[in-house]
Nanobody, 130 residues
């Protein structure tokens, strides 16, 4: 069993940056693809970014493209999502997820599907004020 714990959220202003971290328990992290999603009240969970086991394949959702950067450090069992040029529309709970399903991390379609991830963190709140 893998447990994921997000951190790094908070209250920031428009144009600020944040680094979210996703710490994984156990030794399975290097064998898992990693994804980041977010969810606002009344909205569906939105795909932001995914990264394959060795970071050779990275995909971004439209909201993240050009502003957010996903990375991972397998030696530290930790994934990251750098949020830049934040806007009030980025206010949401941000989740990291991990899994080893077919194509996860390597193929864009599956990597964007939250149902294919096996493990989820509890989420971290990001609030952007204008």
């Amino acid at each position: 069993q893998v447990q994921l714990t997000e951190s790094g959220g908070g209250l920031v202003h428009t144009g600020d940056s944040l680094r979210l971290s996703c710490a994984a328990s156990g030794r399975a992290f290097p064998s898992l693809a990693l994804g980041w999603f977010r969810q606002s009240p009344g909205k569906e969970r939105e795909f932001l970014a995914s990264i394959s086991l060795t970071a050779g394949d990275i995909y971004y959702g439209s909201s993240a493209e050009g502003r957010f950067i996903i990375s991972r450090d397998n030696a530290k069992n930790t994934g990251y999502l750098d949020l830049n040029s934040l806007e009030p529309a980025d206010t949401a709970v941000y989740f990291c997820a991990a899994g080893m399903g077919y194509g996860l991390g390597y193929v864009e379609g599956p990597s964007q599907d939250p149902n294919l991830y096996d493990y989820w963190g509890q989420g971290t709140q990001v609030t952007v004020s204008s």
